[in-house]
């Protein structure tokens, strides 16, 4: 089992940066493909951005490009969100998730090829 724990959500103006925390515990081995997850009122939860933990490796969506960046700290066991220049249509609840994929494959997962999800956090981008 790997427990997910996310930290850092909150309310700030537009223009302002956030930065989320995923913290992961229990048995992490092998699962190398993080996600970072969002929902807004009223929509489907969609991909944020993914890091393949082995190499470093990033994905992100076109609307958090050059924004959002994703980054982790293998020692902690933990994956950041860094959130700048944030609009009112980043307003959400965060999640992230954890999967197992190979190659390339691990940064591309859908929502439904995570194992584990954290409880959420919520973000709120005042205009």
């Known amino acids: 089992q790997v427990q997910l724990v996310e930290s850092g959500g909150g309310s700030v103006r537009a223009g302002g940066s956030l930065r989320l925390a995923c913290a992961a515990s229990?048995?992490?081995?092998?699962?190398?493909?993080m996600g970072w997850f969002r929902q807004a009122p009223g929509k489907e939860r969609g991909k944020v951005a993914s890091?393949?933990?082995?190499?470093?490796?990033?994905y992100y969506i076109d609307s958090v490009k050059g924004r959002f960046t994703v980054s982790q700290d293998n020692a902690k066991n933990t994956v950041y969100l860094q959130m700048n220049s944030l609009k009112a249509e980043d307003t959400a609840i965060y999640y992230c998730?954890?999967?197992?994929?190979?190659?390339?494959?691990?940064?591309?997962?859908?929502?439904?090829?995570?194992?584990?999800w954290g409880q959420g956090t919520q973000v709120t981008v005042s205009s």
């Open positions: 229990g048995y992490t081995y092998g699962r190398n493909c």
């Open positions: 998730a954890a999967g197992s994929a190979r190659g390339s494959r691990c940064l591309v997962l859908n929502q439904d090829e995570y194992s584990y």
């Open positions: 890091i393949r933990t082995t190499d470093g490796s990033t």
